[in-house]
């Protein structure tokens, strides 16, 4: 069975969208065929990356009318195609937030196909949408940020998953916008560590301004923090690729790796066209 990861939240800001862009893009340049399903309404992963136009230039991926029938997008990034993956967007739109849940687990069933990994993004409340989503996946990953606010939701978060979905669904926890040193960052991981010592990922996700950017230039923070960053981000967004990994025993990747020489070239390439468009 190709294993399902939900990154699911109950409000918005956590980094729900960016986890599952990173982690997937990180996870499709190791090889593997992987499938983001954009379930939220919003569309920040159906946005945040590009596709190309007739002449070739890239552009944002348009959201669409009716993201439970419309075909998925196959992402061109270098770095993805030099490791031999494939990256492929389903799309999300406005009109998903009327999706019942059967369609919705039917939505997120159909990316299974031709996918060695499906990643999961939803919508920043708890309602029929997620917990759709959590029932269809074999881990369920709950980002938050080090507030009070969203330390609270992440309780409400998994309570409704072990009291409505199952009691014995994988939940983990990361934490993201971290930073170091900083008095509310420790105290959030000795929270979270205390209430839920099995959950929490050793691996935090720091605050850096090339993720909150990343979105502008069509470049998962993976990638473009490694470009115009101090790479600290796309490391943390490996580590994390790393743990979900492990957790559903993604085995080894299928897709045959491009010769080191071409890969280096194509990353190279990569890096060169993104800090252009990054000046």
Not at 25 to 32: L, S
Request: hydrophobic fraction near 40%; charged fraction near 20%; proline fraction near 6%.
């Amino acid at each position: 069975m190709v294993p399902i990861v939900a990154f699911i939240g109950a409000k918005g800001g956590t980094l729900k969208s960016a986890c599952t862009l990173s982690v997937g893009t990180e996870i499709a340049r190791r090889g593997y065929r992987v499938a983001l399903v954009d379930c939220d309404p919003q569309a920040t992963t159906t946005r945040a990356l590009p596709e190309r136009n007739a002449d070739g230039a890239e552009a944002p991926i348009t959201t669409v009318p009716d993201p439970l029938t419309a075909p998925p997008v196959q992402i061109e990034l270098d770095q993805v195609a030099a490791g031999g993956g494939t990256l492929t967007v389903y799309r999300s739109g406005a009109s998903f937030w009327s999706a019942q849940r059967e369609a919705v687990t039917a939505h997120v069933r159909r990316a299974m196909q031709g996918a060695d990994l499906v990643l999961v993004d939803t919508v920043p409340v708890l309602g029929d949408i997620s917990l759709a989503v959590a029932a269809s996946a074999d881990l369920v990953v709950v980002p938050t940020a080090p507030t009070a606010d969203d330390l609270d939701a992440v309780d409400y978060v998994i309570a409704a998953i072990h009291e409505s979905v199952d009691r014995a669904k994988p939940v983990r926890i990361v934490l993201t916008k971290a930073i170091s040193g900083r008095r509310n960052t420790r105290e959030a991981l000795e929270l979270l560590r205390g209430k839920y010592p099995d959950f929490v990922y050793p691996t935090v996700i720091p605050h850096r301004t090339t993720g909150e950017t990343a979105n502008m230039y069509l470049r998962p923070a993976v990638l473009y923090d490694e470009v115009v960053g101090d790479g600290t981000l796309a490391k943390a967004y490996q580590a994390l690729a790393d743990h979900i990994a492990s957790d559903v025993q993604l085995g080894a990747a299928p897709q045959s790796s491009v010769p080191d020489s071409a890969a280096r070239s194509t990353r190279q390439r990569g890096k060169t066209r993104t800090a252009r468009k990054a000046s």
